[in-house]
């Protein structure tokens, strides 16, 4: 109980995974019609939609907004969970409010290893970690602001801002000021410093002791630097990146070089979890020089 107080008093949502549209209407007052199109388009699927909430969540899943957020996984072990789930409850509408499966703080995990390093720790007897499979798309999925009459971006994924309007036959809207599940920096950031570049060049003040790089396989390793990913591609640069993050605090890796890929989609979520990273760790270091 006192996990779910601190919830609550963090005002952060979590996603409720559902297991097909009509049990997504349950959970919601209204979907516009922009927001029907992209659930026939990306459910199930990497794409989570924020409506109005019904009323019927807790507090705890909304943190206190009036807003939640829903998903449909393609993943086939959370389908059949929730399969079973609805079985068991008799009930086709329910969900599964479920962060990542890391402590706060931590990089999000791709694979049941990193899991278990995480809160293995403190699972009691009975816990089970359902492994399936390393992550296919490595980054969260992304998030639409659907409660006004146009979708409004709230985090990049693997589905294109450019699909979005295709698919929901609408134009994007302006900001929004919603509060979205998984938007705080420190989910994304490893103990090391992230250094962004938008090409290589470790000459610079920011870097101190061991230097671990991040770039596509094009960008050569200089001499002395820990190469901890060399994707050949964006899909891999987005499936592998939190390993490589992990991988940087486990070789005890004090900054991390990170070149951006350029274009949207996935390349775009890549930027932005790595800008998140950068500033989690500048967010960090005001917080403890404002301490002493």
């Not at 399936?132 to 998030?143: H, L, N």
């Not at 900054?255 to 979890?273: F, H, Q």
Request: with cysteine.
């Amino acid at each position: 109980m006192e996990f779910r107080r601190v919830l609550f008093r963090s005002g952060h949502p979590l996603i409720v995974h559902v297991q097909s549209s009509d049990a997504a209407r349950y959970w919601v007052d209204h979907i516009p019609s922009y927001a029907e199109r992209l659930m026939q388009a990306f459910w199930p699927g990497p794409l989570t939609l924020v409506l109005h909430t019904s009323g019927r969540p807790p507090d705890t899943v909304t943190g206190g907004h009036d807003t939640i957020a829903l998903r449909v996984p393609r993943q086939p072990v959370m389908q059949q969970v929730l399969r079973c789930l609805a079985d068991l409850t008799a009930d086709s509408t329910v969900g599964i409010a479920a962060p990542s499966a890391n402590l706060f703080g931590r990089v999000s995990p791709t694979t049941a290893d990193h899991v278990v390093a995480d809160i293995g720790a403190v699972l009691r007897d009975g816990d089970v970690i359902l492994d399936g499979g390393p992550c296919s798309i490595g980054v969260e999925s992304t998030i639409v602001d659907c409660t006004d009459e146009f979708p409004r971006m709230l985090r990049p994924g693997s589905v294109a801002w450019s699909s979005i309007e295709t698919a929901g036959d609408v134009a994007l809207g302006n900001a929004s000021d919603v509060n979205a599940p998984g938007n705080l920096p420190t989910h994304y950031a490893p103990r090391a410093k992230v250094v962004l570049r938008n090409e290589l060049n470790v000459e610079h003040s920011e870097l101190t002791g061991s230097v671990g790089l991040i770039a596509l396989a094009d960008v050569q390793t200089p001499d002395g630097i820990v190469r901890l990913l060399e994707p050949s591609t964006i899909q891999e640069y987005a499936r592998d990146l939190y390993g490589a993050l992990r991988e940087a605090d486990a070789r005890n890796v004090e900054s991390i070089v990170a070149i951006l890929p350029t274009g949207d989609g996935l390349a775009e979520a890549i930027r932005d979890r790595l800008e998140k990273a950068a500033r989690s760790r500048d967010r960090k270091s005001t917080r403890l020089n404002s301490s002493h």
